[in-house]
């Protein structure tokens, strides 16, 4: 509390700026004095607009005074060691030492940003931010239309809730509803995950105008022909419910007329005289009361309570009838105002009853139609598939695939093979679907190489062996695969260790220690009994053909130097007790050193279970 005492605030500020294709866009600036320390110190939160993770920030921070004249220039201030996901926020929680006491204002200078692959953005023109991420709320612009915008997000279950922002779409960027900034190449929100296109079309005006139109024709049309069906359900359900009120007295008289009938009525009045009538009540009033109750809640179209009682007649006369009759009513009502999904559902309930395995499927096609023209063509596919429809015999399937396939060829063309491959392996087999899946793979395989995702490269590139010149890429990369196969499946690093080499700092005799991850980044240890404490190397590697390469950060470049060959590779090592496999190759860390150093490591076979025998 002491602290917090401490602190005056001088300024704040929510701001909420971006520039043109920079990765970190700014929300807040902060200076707060701390009269304990007599000092200024400065705060901005930032947030990560672009996919990859970032790990440090470099900027300039300019301080001016109360009539925003410059009365000093910090450089070079840096968030560094930082992990930060895409739409991520973070700086509040680092403060920035402001030298000048007369500063009441500040500006951040975004100079470069490196992500935590080790690419390097800069800020190569110096722009300032500049371009404001503010948006108009989104019921202001729509007014009586934004009941039509709430009504297709409920289509496409999306939570409008989150959608408070009228959207912005420039050439380089685009603002979701939800506030998100996207970049022009993005399909879909990053923060939400809606989709760009769906959202251009369902913020245009004449578009929300021509569907509410159409939408409030559709209801009057469905409650007009619900309310003529409901007449005559009723006058149905009247005739039928007279008819058996008639039999059921019918059977009771014929009952009474016969011998057994009277004996049995005899039983049933001393019963009656000696427990109040009540047992007699119990057995065959209460349940005809309930039937009557049931059928009347029925026939004022109160189906969920009348069903909910015929359940519990469990069979008495007709009920069961009834309660499918009920369900039956509840799902032709949905489906005649167009609420295909819970037609659906209360149809599939009722198999065989009428023509409820027609109009489930009916229903079902509606739904299919209804994603269709929202050109949610992956959920239409699944409803079809559902349906056991195929493109050769159905028409609709047939328009679906057809579109799914294009959207493929789309994504590809723009270089997203992992949304591409999702669309292809929907549909196998359908015109070059199979050869475009390899491709995308081929992609994905060679961007996770280069994002040093050696696990997951290897393990695509092995599913398409054969493709372009993917065995010769196995072939070049077959030495990373031993150290990849000797790491644990959980990512534990792959320990390999040489024994009787020169420490790089005294000369004397030492050990490496090299860990290799299966996210491209290794360390290595020397231990030397002359040297108090191991010394340590860490950054990223790689091994092509019979080169180990690692990583160098000069000048804000990262480029890859040539450390070692690798002249023999043996997994069936015996030398080492322990240790299964050996690598022979040049000193990496010790350039003095002008011969061979030997590695040993364990390589991990894959464990072949065994067959399940009668």
Known sequence: ??????????????????????????????????????????????????????????FDLICYDSVRIVVDTIEDCKYSYLDIPRNGVFGMERAIKVKNPQTRNVEFV????????????????????????????IYNVQKDLHKQFIDNCTRKNIDHTKLIFQPVFDKTHWLCACGTLNWNDEDECSGCKLSKQWLLENIQTDYLRSQDEKRKSEAEKVRREAAEKEIADKERQKKEFEKRSQDYKKQLKEQESSKRRGKFLIIVLVVTVLFGGGFAFFFY??????????VNMMNRGDFDNAIAKFEKMNGYADSEEL????????????????????????????????????????SKMGFAAGYMEDKEFENAFNVYKELGLNEKDSEEMKKCVTQIYYLGLEKLNKNHPDKALVYFQLIPGFKKSDANAKECKYRLAGNAYNALKYKESLRIYDEIKGYKDVNKILNKLSNLALIINTAKPDGTPAVWEAYKVKCPKCGKEAKYVFEFRHDGRYKLTVVCENEK???????????????????????????????????KVDKNSKEVEGKNSLIIMTDPVNSDNKGNIKLYGNWIEEEVKPEKTE
């Open 1 to 58: 509390m002491a602290k917090e005492e401490n602190k005056q605030l001088i300024e704040e500020k929510n701001i909420h700026l971006w520039f043109s294709g920079s990765p970190i866009a700014i929300c807040t600036m902060k200076l707060e004095l701390d009269t304990s320390a007599g000092c200024i110190f400065a705060y901005s939160k930032m947030m990560n607009v672009q996919p990859e993770h970032i790990k440090e920030v470099v």
């Open 110 to 137: 975004l100079k470069s940003v490196e992500t935590t692959a080790g690419d390097v953005w800069e800020n190569e023109g110096g722009i300032r931010f500049n371009i404001s991420l503010e948006q108009e709320s």
């Open 285 to 294: 009033g209460l349940p005809y009361l309930n039937y009557t109750d049931a």
């Open 323 to 362: 309660r499918k009759q009920c369900i039956y009513n509840k799902a032709t009502n949905y489906f005649y105002r167009g609420s295909m999904a819970p037609a659906a559902d209360l149809f599939s309930t009722i198999k065989g009853f009428k023509d409820s395995d027609q109009k489930y499927i009916e």
């Open 533 to 567: 404490e191991p010394y340590e190397m860490t950054g990223k590697y790689k091994m092509e053909n019979n080169k180990v390469y690692f990583s160098e950060y000069v000048s804000g470049i990262s480029t890859w130097d040539e450390k070692a060959t690798v002249s």
